[in-house]
């Protein structure tokens, strides 16, 4: 995940692309705290389910998202 | 089910009932090979822990020992990060060796009940961020600052010790039991556990100690907005910036969550600098000028529409806006502290420590220490969220060790991280701004002379110092600016400003401090809000069942009209109180958040009893007693001291009969009506006091009950009912800490030699 070196790249190059991978992963990994992988989730899972029916949309599952958490709350804590 | 008597499959030798896909590679590795690993010291494994035990020994020694005229930062770090190193790598072993026993070969319910949007495999290192995120928030921030009064030493040992030995136990027993139920919440634990009393116990209990929960986070925003324009402005626009966020989620671009939230933040950072330039002017300052009783009531409306209106308009963008800044603040404190490295000069234990009279707090070290620091050590409000959203999201049985132990170790260290910045300041600044107006007189004249006359080693203010702290951190006045969060963000400017931007940039540094706390606190009084109004729901659902329909609008609104006033009357309580509001009501926040604890312990107790973990269930007796006798100790103080300081009916009593003897001024009281308003108030908390100490025992006492029929019932040789879900086989495996140890690696690779069509497609990412 961090920084491999690509054939025919400079040492400087291959830094450079070591920090934005690892940019990359920190965006991703914070991207996942906060839930906004949800939509991807939710379609793998409907791919591996194979239920047979088209997935929502991305519109549709997001606002099926929130409305579920209209009669779902989470705590948070103090 | 049985066992496949001919397999050799290493994974195939546990007689758990569990059928393993023959197809697939071991779910979980051995025991007998894990067990291998932990018990094989290398020398390097050896050294390593070695120079941990003494890094964290010299830490100790320089906090507690040798304690001279300055103690330096970093050696709280060293000490809190050692001691929970060694508690993750020893203590948690050991009560997942004898007490939880996970098997990676059972599914968890996000792989049995994948439903790919409640039930969802989540990556331990994102489920740990994720779960950290829900249950830290304002409380570590605040009980730690106003236990300073005591001297650095009793909270940092309570805060350490505290968390290692009960509150990480807590909320990684909470969880794992709870995944073993499906995720299922405390109360319905409890109503299975204990039975219909002590469930139905449990569950008011839980409701009651909410509303105290969330009215005094919300009295710790309004202490820190009161007469603040540029705090009000800005903490203000939150709420404009979150709809915003919402409707650009809901109908721009759905699922740009990562993008709004940048958008979010710049306009959050817009908001804080606006402030100052908007307080600056002088129609800013005359409209965002409030005083404690408007904001208060502004909270209170807020709180009601907020709670009915949809989730994706207000709550989800900032909630989403409040994990953001969490996981930055955080980060952001912990780095600025170890680079500062600020020098302490408040003693180990102050002139406070031995007595019960405090400005700041009122009563002994036993127990009102240990109730005033609750989230950091102990904190019962964990297992509300350890038994909600993060057990349906784990990946692997043995994860809940690193996201439950390990989460509830990093709330610990943020706590310290608090602690130390409140005490990098200015002694006699602490204590004028923390204790109430009645004292300090509300000026920085009388406030100066107020600090100088408690006699402290080494204190010597003047008004001038107190004025310029003030105008520094781009406030009026920061004298009994009580709540802990002004304390806090004085302390965090103090520390960022020899960190990034100097004294030019102490104002911002300081209303972003306010920001921050204010918005975990109130994203948590949304939520609080919300909870509570269904678990009310629920409740009344027994008896009239309309009301468990969750979409019908009257029932909806109703209870979440009651729960807003009841949280809104002890919250104008506090405000109004003329014996200065926090510290009269902190003590109850501690003490409530405590009981909760020991509700989820006992709980937890009954559980591991009806396991047959006898004789390892002191790891789960001894946090209970702890907290049972802290919280029924403080609770009696409470109730019966003599000392109106500290007893809610002394104080009611002394009160009473200043009224009847027709005085019109008492104590701090200078007005009749004043008098009046302290007799209801402390009529109020006495009787909540009553009420919570009551039901805490009984959920005690059916606890120990079940206890105790589950070991006549194992002696007997009568099985004990088990209401775990049944037994599933895993088809995945993933590593159960952050760094994957060698058999573990052995076996992912075995996994990633699987065709891609027999493996379950990974979670998240790896």
Known sequence: MF???????????????????????????????????????YLEHHAAAGQGIPPLTEREFWRDHTDRQDSNPQSRCC | MGIMPHSTQSNLQVDDGIVPDPALPPTGIDPGVADAEDRTWTPAKIALWAAIALLGGVAWFMLAIVRGETVNAIWFVFASVCTYLIGYRFYSKVIERYLTKPNDRRATPAEYKADGKDYVRTDRNVLFGHHFAAIAGAGPLVGPIIAAQMGYLPGTIWIIIGVVLAGAVQDYLVLFFSMRRGGRSLGQMAR?????????????????????????????????????????????????????????????????????????????????????????????????????????????IYGFIAAVLPVWLLLAPRDYLSTFMKIGVIAMLAV???????????????????????????????????????CGALSGFHALIASGTTPKLLEKERQTRFIGYGGMLMESFVAIMALVAAISIDRGLYFAMNAPAALTGGTVETAAQWVNSLGLAGVNITPDFLAETARNVGEQSIVSRTGGAPTLAVGLAHIMQQFIGGTAMMAFWYHFAIMFEALFILTAVDAGTRVARFMLQDSIGNFVPKFKEHSWRPGAWLCTAIMVAAWGAVLLMGV????????????????????????????????????????????????????????????????????????????????????????????????????EAVVRNTMIQGWLSVIFVVLSIIVIITAVLATVKAFRNATRGVPNPNHEDPAVASRIFAPAGVIPTPAERELMAEWEKLPADVRFEKAGQH
Not at chain 2, 260 to 281: E, R
């Open chain 1, 3 to 41: 920084g491999s070196k690509r054939p025919g790249s400079t040492d400087a190059a291959a830094d450079m692309n070591a920090v934005i991978d690892g940019f990359r992963g920190f965006a991703r990994y914070l991207g996942g705290v906060m839930g906004a992988d949800a939509y991807t989730k």
């Open chain 2, 192 to 300: 299975e556990e204990l039975g219909v009393i002590g469930g139905t116990a449990a569950l008011v209990a839980t409701l009651l100690i909410m509303v105290i929960i969330v009215a005094i986070l919300a009295l710790v925003v309004v202490n820190a907005l009161g007469e603040s324009p540029w705090g009000v402005f800005s903490v203000g626009m939150t709420i404009p910036i979150a709809l915003f966020m919402g409707v650009y989620l809901r109908y721009l671009r759905p699922g740009k969550v990562m993008e709004v939230s940048l958008i979010g933040f710049v306009l959050l950072m817009a908001a804080i600098i606006g402030g100052g330039a908007v307080a600056g002017t002088e129609w800013g300052a005359a409209v965002f000028h409030l005083d404690k009783v408007t904001i208060a009531w502004g909270l209170i």
């Open chain 2, 336 to 374: 600025a502290v170890i680079v500062v490295r600020p020098e302490v000069t408040v003693p180990a234990f102050s002139e406070f420590a031995s007595r019960d009279n405090g400005p700041v707090l009122s009563g002994s070290l036993f127990p009102f220490l240990f109730v005033t620091i609750a």
């Open chain 2, 576 to 675: 109004t109180d003329p014996l200065g509001g926090i510290n009269t009501l902190f003590p109850l926040f501690g003490i409530a958040n405590q009981l909760l604890a020991a509700i989820a312990l006992s709980v937890c107790m009954a559980i591991a009893a009806k396991r047959g973990s006898f004789k390892y269930l002191w790891i789960v007796a001894l946090p209970l007693t702890f907290a049972a006798v802290v919280t029924i100790t403080a609770s009696f103080y409470k109730i019966f001291s003599p000392v109106p300081a500290v007893g809610y009916f002394a104080n009611n009593a002394a009160f009473a009969k200043a009224l009847a003897d027709g005085k019109t001024s008492f104590g701090t009281a200078k007005t009749q009506l004043a008098m």
